[in-house]
């Protein structure tokens, strides 16, 4: 099955680390940190995506709805259906209270914040 864009579904995590993410403007607010894997559903919790900071100095966290990733083949980056303001407004912690214990809390505001459907329902 296909993604949205038309890409596979299939991807090596290796590849996803570093990639770039733009919001629906087509700006470049991060990237691709790191990904939380939910190992009972067997499926990704969600992309752990830094935004702004130099050098990571001020970065701030994101926990992101993995199906809101859409790769797009031109950005050679991910596009996110989501406004500056809402990304800047959203959920965000260090990478390690976000990678913390089981990351359920974490992933249940991501999903709340963002209206996305919960894989897990």
């Given at each position: ?35 939380m ?12 995506v ?17 199906s ?33 214990n ?20």
């Amino acid at each position: 099955m296909p993604t949205p864009s038309g890409h596979t579904t299939a991807i090596p995590a290796s590849r996803t680390i570093g990639t770039s993410v733009y919001n629906m403007d087509g700006e470049k607010i991060g990237k691709v940190e790191d990904v939380m894997l939910d190992k009972t559903e067997n499926t990704i919790m969600f992309a752990v995506v830094g935004f702004g900071g130099f050098l990571g100095i001020g970065e701030k966290y994101h926990p992101l709805p993995w199906s809101s990733l859409d790769y797009n083949k031109d950005k050679d980056g991910y596009i996110v259906p989501f406004s500056k303001e809402q990304l800047e407004a959203a959920p965000a912690d260090s990478i390690d209270e976000l990678t913390r214990n089981d990351g359920r809390q974490v992933r249940d505001a991501a999903y709340s914040y963002y209206k996305v459907q919960p894989y897990w329902l």
